[in-house]
């Protein structure tokens, strides 16, 4: 069973990378664009490969896989660069992944206007990332969000359901900087 599950997580990543492709650096204008749409338009025009997605997904080697209002899900390759001298994923990969996931759930419920950013992350390692697991997905849901605070949880798993960490997050919403033209 989890190998089936693994098999559809790595076609659908590949469908995504394909996608995505036509866009391998950040997009100078990214700013003015978040300002221009809401945060659920914005993720799926990266997914759909209409926008750049950001450079920590290349640098880490994740990437959003699934967005929906107030939800993101991140898929990731937790590879040996990202051991720690112990053998195991650094534990920094892991809430790197899990904070990408719960500030993009928050995302999706910004309208035309409205910004976030992470306040806080708490982050709960409960199993090892070793060798043998190919990928894992980061699963972000807003709990609750409002004019000046929202709140996220997300759960990393494995294709077998394995649960290797959990993390929550409050963030701080407030309304964008409008920019002046020249």
Avoid at 55 to 60: D, E, L, W
Avoid at 96 to 105: E, I
Avoid at 133 to 152: E, F
Avoid at 158 to 177: M, N, Q, R, S
């Amino acid at each position: 069973m989890s190998d089936d599950v693994l098999n559809e997580w790595l076609a659908r990543e590949q469908a995504l990378r394909a996608r995505m492709q036509q866009h391998t650096a950040a997009d100078p204008n990214a700013a003015q664009l978040a300002r221009e749409k809401g945060g659920q338009a914005w993720m799926e025009a990266m997914m759909q490969g209409d926008l750049p997605g950001p450079s920590i997904g290349h640098t880490m080697d994740f990437l959003l896989v699934e967005v929906g209002p107030g939800r993101a899900v991140f898929q990731g390759t937790p590879g040996q660069r990202y051991f720690n001298p112990m053998g195991s994923v650094h534990g920094g990969w892991y809430a790197t992944l899990l904070d990408s996931a719960l500030g993009c759930a928050v995302h999706t419920l910004m309208p035309v206007g409205r910004g976030y950013t992470t306040s806080q992350l708490g982050v709960n390692i409960v199993k090892a990332i070793g060798p043998k697991v190919q990928r894992v997905r980061a699963i972000g849901q807003v709990l609750h969000c409002g004019r000046q605070l929202a709140t996220a949880e997300a759960r990393l798993v494995g294709p077998d359901g394995t649960l290797f960490a959990h993390a929550t997050t409050t963030c701080l919403v407030f309304e964008l900087p409008t920019q002046s033209k020249p």
